[in-house]
């Protein structure tokens, strides 16, 4: 029977993933599974038994079969999951704190650093006074007695000492040091995923730091080929330094990640370009490098003479060892036993169908590591193996004669099935869509070869100066070509755009459709290509069929057009979204680090998939109201990726570099930037927004201040809300005598609940009866203060805050007041 692999290694990968999502425990399908194996054995013995039931028989043991494979992966990936969701380490300090487990808010209870015991799962890597970890905690040390507790994390180790002793701390290495412990942020609004049940399922369960490398003590080293295998690792580095990195620091950056898989010294805005170019998979290892290089062995064994199964007994030896060296990423290992597989087959002359072949593969892959169901890297791995295969077979049937002719073809027609093949999954998961790919993978794919190759000569013949030398030359072109190759983004930037992940409905659509051009005929293919089209122009588009404003409409009654303000969890930042009655959109601010570290983007990652929930595709206005980082943070990702008609800013500061930047990048998008001062006021849909702060100033600011925030004040009808910014109470008392007597006020209180602020003659002189303070999590400011709370309480008040509820949404016709929470609590003020 064809097909007695193929449909139980589906069945397998099917169940794993419904096990994945669905809330069904696994134990609920234990039970089930025993009596469809039993059933499938009674099937299989009567068939032999009476020949002449054999065909029906046939078919129930096949469906006995599947569903048995079906029931397995549901409850391998659910078994995973809720593994991976609650570990040792978690629970322990959750029992010990409170506040670590997923179902609460967080951001944990606090403790001082515990002395834990840890194995090292990588190299350190970083630069500057910092270098990161990641380990697997053994035990955690409390009340003095060491305590089991099992759990990955990463680990930052700071203090001048660290990049003295991070050449110590190897994979494979036992540590001991004082962590304090902290979960992974998240940003509790719609349209945004969360962070930290992603990173828990990826393997990560908490985040962690120490004060100083001289903490860190290396209490036992790691077997023989862990410290063998770090070695290699650390004279690839030293190798690339010598022979690469003097041509181009950045070259030698991209020849280490493609050798050994670290890319931490990838300046971000390569990483950037390479990932809007679709070139960005060539430094990650996966399965073209793992090919690269067992073709490179195979190549060299021939060269010596060996050939046949002992050229393939080595070569899976070889690729084995490889996969030690370099860095533990899903993608090394996948990669490497798919070459490990395929090559074994070889070895028992076993021949079978490339889809079969495929889909067994995967089930074993699933069955080693359930939860790479859920990477989107297994979901590109075999989706674009599946289209290059397909795509290369059917183009090279419409051309005979010429061989180059039919290369080419049949390249182009690979590369383009992978484009038309990942396309959802591109806009989905990375929200981006690119046809520049489809001619850059044709360069980019032999450039990583040439790179891969002169940096295995460079590295390996480090000690002959001359071959290396060239072969670090050759490396560092083929590098910089890979990298030029990518500014085709920047001359033609229609070729990339980012794109809101599209509904499952249409993704459904697309995948049909697609089936149907591949296996129908006729007048059902032409009808396939026409849907094919039009749902990848939807997805490239960002079309959605929802309303502008995502959700029900919850007040109204009076007829006039609803006014919405949606205040964002963007941690300890400020960012606030302004729908008016005409559906203009105005931004005020973008999150961002209160100190303006790290390279985590909140404009891409948390603001632009929580405007899209919103249903705003671009935007009218962006509001900066000062230059802090926690406030502008997120600016260049939204004025790529939104387009503001018009940027607003208050009082200009020349000298700060970020906002200079920002407003440079607002120029050349051909936004108009606009100075804001009191007593601007403009009028949109109904709704009037009055600029009472700051005054135009009478001399050259060199820094920014608080007090010279942008205050905004929306009045629709009876309802009036003041945006305060950041500015202090001797603002709020000037601005006092100023603000509309409103029947219904919102104050949106000004710096996440900073004593500094909200006054008690600002809240006592104009009493505005709902509260939303943005703040983060555990922040260590202590925001919003206490003082700040019972102030508020006094007058009576709503309070609603970011930490505690997510994303805040006020929606009002002018008259009536509703407000919804991300944590779904809702409220109206009549």
């Known amino acids: 029977m064809p097909s007695i692999g193929l449909l139980p290694a589906l ?14 425990p696994s134990a609920a399908f234990e039970w089930m599974l025993v009596p469809l194996v039993l059933a499938g054995w009674l099937c299989h013995l009567g068939a032999h038994a009476r020949p002449r039931w054999q065909p029906h028989l046939d078919g129930w043991t096949l469906v006995a079969l599947v569903a048995g494979f079906l029931c397995a992966g549901w409850m391998l990936a659910a078994a995973a999951a809720d593994a991976a969701l609650r570990t040792p380490l978690r629970d322990l300090l959750d029992r010990q704190f409170g506040g670590f487990a997923l179902d609460t808010l967080g951001p944990g209870g606090r403790h001082g650093p515990l002395a834990v015991r840890a194995r090292l799962l990588e190299d350190a890597t970083g630069g500057g006074d910092a270098r990161s970890l990641r380990a697997r905690i053994l035990a955690v040390r409390l009340s003095g007695e060491w305590q089991a507790a099992g759990g990955d994390v990463g680990l930052s180790i700071g203090g001048l000492a660290a990049p003295q002793h991070g050449s110590e701390w190897i994979a494979g290495r036992e540590v001991e040091l004082p962590v304090t412990f902290r979960r992974p942020a998240r940003y509790l609004n719609e349209g945004v995923p969360d962070f930290e049940r992603q990173l828990a399922l990826d393997g990560t369960t908490l985040f962690g730091s120490a004060k100083s490398g001289l903490l860190v003590e290396v209490r036992s080293r790691g077997d023989r080929v862990q410290e063998a295998a770090g070695r290699v690792r650390a004279h690839v580095r030293r190798s690339l330094e010598r022979w690469v990195a003097p041509h181009d620091p950045v070259s030698a950056a991209i020849v280490t990640a493609v050798l050994i898989g670290d890319r931490t010294g990838l300046p971000d805005e390569v990483r950037l370009r390479l990932q809007a170019a679709g070139t960005y998979h060539v430094v990650a290892i996966s399965g073209g490098n793992i090919a690269i290089f067992a073709g490179l062995t195979l190549l060299a064994l021939a060269v010596c003479g060996v050939s046949g199964r002992p050229a393939a007994v080595v070569t899976i030896v070889v690729l084995l060892a490889y996969a030690q060296i370099v860095k533990t990423e899903p993608s090394v290992w996948r990669a490497t036993l798919m070459a490990v597989l395929y090559l074994a087959a070889r070895l028992m002359d076993h021949r079978s169908p490339v889809w079969h072949t495929m889909a067994i593969v995967a089930a074993v892959l699933v069955c080693a590591r359930p939860l790479d169901v859920r990477d989107v890297g297994f979901i590109l791995t075999f989706g674009a193996t599946a289209a290059l295969i397909e795509g290369a077979r059917r183009a090279s049937r419409l051309v005979v004669g010429r061989r180059w002719a039919a290369w080419v073809l049949a390249s182009v ?18 929200s981006r869509v690119t046809s520049a790919g489809l001619v850059l993978n044709l360069l980019a794919v032999p450039l990583m070869g040439v790179v891969q190759a002169g940096g295995m000569v460079a ?29 085709l983004v920047d001359v033609a930037p229609w070729l990339t755009a980012r794109v809101p992940p599209p509904p499952v409905a249409l993704i459904v659509i697309y995948y049909v459709a697609l089936g149907l051009v591949l296996a129908a005929r006729g007048a059902a293919r032409v009808c396939g290509v026409l849907i094919v089209v039009m749902t990848a122009v939807a997805i490239a588009t960002g079309f959605r069929p929802h309303a502008w404003i995502a959700g029900s409409r919850e007040v109204g009654t009076h007829g006039s057009p609803p006014l919405h303000v949606t205040v964002f969890d963007v941690g300890q930042g400020d960012a606030a979204l302004l729908q008016l009655p005409d559906r203009s959109s105005i931004l005020v601010d973008v999150g961002g680090s209160p100190f303006g570290r790290g390279s985590f983007d909140i404009g891409a990652r948390v603001l632009a998939p929580a405007l899209w929930a919103r249903g705003v595709g671009s935007l009218d206005t962006f509001v900066l109201t000062h230059a802090d980082p926690d406030h502008i943070g997120g600016g260049r990702s939204i004025l790529t990726d939104f387009a503001p008609r018009q940027v607003w800013e208050g009082v200009p500061v020349p000298r700060h570099v970020a906002l200079q930047e920002l407003l440079r990048m607002a120029h050349g998008s051909g936004a108009r930037v606009e100075q804001r001062t009191a007593g601007d006021e403009v009028v949109l849909g109904g709704a009037r927004l009055r600029v009472l702060h700051p005054p135009a100033p009478d001399w050259e ?60 003659e600002l809240l006592e002189g104009w009493r505005p009866r709902i509260a939303v303070i943005s703040c983060g999590r555990g922040n260590t400011f202590g925001h919003p203060a206490p003082e700040v709370i019972q102030r508020l309480e006094a007058i009576g008040a709503a309070i609603y805050r970011t930490d505690l509820r997510g994303q805040i949404t006020i929606e009002t016709d002018g008259s009536n007041v509703a407000v919804r929470t991300f944590l779904a609590t809702k409220s109206t003020t009549e």
């Open 11 to 24: 069945a397998l990968l099917g169940g794993a993933a419904c096990g994945m999502w669905s809330a069904c």
């Open 701 to 760: 600011r060199q820094r920014v201040r608080n007090d010279d925030s942008v205050v905004l004040e929306v009045v629709y009808g009876e309802v009036a809300m003041l945006l305060a910014g950041d500015v202090g109470a001797a603002i709020e008392r000037a601005i006092l005598p100023r603000l509309t007597p409103a029947r219904v006020r919102i104050l949106k209180v000004a710096h996440h609940g900073s004593r500094t602020s909200t006054s008690r």
């Open 459 to 487: 590295a390996s013949l480090d000690h002959v100066e001359a071959i290396a030398q060239a072969a670090g030359w050759i490396a560092h072109v083929a590098a910089s070509a890979l990298v030029w190759s990518a500014r």
């Open 413 to 430: 027609a690979a590369s383009l099935a992978v484009e038309v093949a990942l396309l959802p999954v591109s806009a989905s998961a990375f």
